[in-house]
C-alpha cells in the first residue's frame, strides 16, 4: 500500500536562484545536498543528469515532503504540455494572502484563487515556479469533509500533498495502481481543470476525465487525461523540465504482485527495500518500503 509522498524532484536552471526563491517566497529551508547517481539517471532516462548537483527543501515544520532541486539546463518546458508529472500541490494557509505576497517574485500567479466544487470547501491557486514547474496552492477549509485529509501544516506554505500527473490512456493509469497496490481509487469523473482546458486552447468548461489514488497518510496523486497533443515521456531535449522524479513510501504488505523494477535497492542480504519504476505514462517513481518486502507470488 502507498503511504506517503517523501520527495518531488525538480530539475533547476539556476540552483542558486531557485533555491533562494523557494527560501524567501515558500519559506522552504535548505536540509541536505548531493549529487544524482549515474544508477538513478539511466533509471529515468535522463543519463545527462548523472552527477548533477542537488539540494533538498522543506517546509520550517509539520509534515516534512521534500523539494529536491536538481542542476539542469532543460528550459524550454511548458506546464501541461507534456504526460508524466505536472504539478506540485501545497498545501498552504491562505491562498489569498499569498497571491499578494509573490507578486513580483521568482513564481508568477497562473489562476485564481477559486472554490474547486460549489461545496466551497478548497480553495486553491495555481502559481508557476523560477523553472516553469506548475504549483497548485490550496486551502482546505474543512479537512474532513474531503476525500483526502492530510495532516495539516502550521507554516503558511506547507507540505506537498497531492502530486498531479498527465496520462496518454487513463485507464492503463489506474489498472497499474490497482494491479500492484490496494490503495483507494476514486473516479474517472469529468472535471474541469482550467490550467489544462487553457494551454490546449480549449474551452474552459471543458470536462477532462479525472481520477485520483489515495494514500494511507493522507497524500494522494490525481492522474489527469491529457488530450492528444501532449509530448510523450521521455520528452525531447530541451523540453525535459519540471518534475522529474517522485519518491513514496510504501507497505510492502499491500503489494499485491511484484514490481517491475527499472532499478532495485537491495539490502546485503539481496532484499528489496525499493526501486524505480517506470509507470504507463512515462514516468518515474521511486519507491521505499517501510518493512522487510515478504515473498510475493510471481505474475
Known amino acids: ?20 526563491a523557494y527560501e524567501d517566497y515558500l519559506d522552504y529551508r535548505s536540509v541536505d545536498e548531493g549529487v544524482m547517481s549515474a544508477e538513478l539517471a539511466a533509471a529515468i532516462d535522463r543519463p545527462e543528469l548523472a552527477d548533477r ?14 523539494l529536491r532541486l536538481v542542476e539542469g539546463d532543460a528550459s524550454g518546458y511548458v506546464p501541461m504540455k507534456r504526460v508524466g508529472w505536472s504539478a506540485i500541490e501545497l498545501l498552504v494557509k491562505d491562498p489569498e494572502q ?9 513564481f508568477r500567479h497562473f489562476q485564481g484563487p477559486d472554490f474547486l466544487t460549489e461545496q466551497k470547501n478548497i480553495l486553491a ?9 506548475l504549483f497548485y496552492l490550496t486551502h482546505m477549509i474543512d479537512p474532513s469533509k474531503s476525500f483526502l485529509q492530510p495532516q495539516p501544516s502550521p507554516e503558511p506554505v506547507g507540505q506537498t500533498f497531492i502530486m498531479v500527473m498527465g496520462s496518454p490512456d487513463l485507464e ?29 486552447d480549449l474551452p474552459g468548461e471543458t470536462l477532462h476525465p479525472l481520477a485520483l489514488v489515495s494514500m494511507s497518510d493522507g497524500y494522494g496523486i490525481e492522474i489527469d487525461q491529457y488530450p492528444d497533443g501532449a509530448t510523450a515521456v521521455p520528452a525531447p531535449e530541451g523540453e525535459r523540465g519540471g518534475v522529474i522524479l517522485v519518491s513514496l513510501s510504501a507497505d510492502p504488505q499491500g503489494l499485491k504482485t511484484p514490481l517491475p523494477w527499472r532499478l532495485a535497492y537491495t539490502s546485503a542480504a539481496g532484499v528489496v527495500e525499493g526501486g524505480v519504476v517506470t509507470l504507463p505514462s512515462g514516468a518515474p517513481i521511486e519507491i521505499t518500503f517501510n518493512a522487510p518486502i515478504l515473498p510475493l507470488p510471481a505474475d
Do not use: C, H
Request: proline residues 6%; negative net charge; glycine residues 8%.
Open 1 to 20: 500500500m502507498l503511504k506517503s509522498i517523501l520527495m518531488v524532484w525538480v530539475l533547476a536552471q539556476n540552483l542558486g536562484l531557485t533555491q533562494e
Open 53 to 66: 548537483r542537488y539540494v533538498t527543501m522543506m517546509p520550517r515544520s509539520g509534515p516534512q515532503v521534500g
Open 98 to 106: 499569498l497571491e499578494a505576497e509573490l507578486a513580483g517574485s521568482a
Open 125 to 133: 491557486m495555481q502559481v508557476i515556479g523560477p523553472n516553469q514547474e
Open 172 to 200: 492503463a493509469s489506474l489498472s497499474f495502481w490497482q494491479r500492484y497496490f490496494d490503495n483507494s481509487v476514486v473516479g474517472p469523473i469529468p472535471y474541469r481543470i482550467g490550467v489544462l482546458s487553457d494551454a490546449y
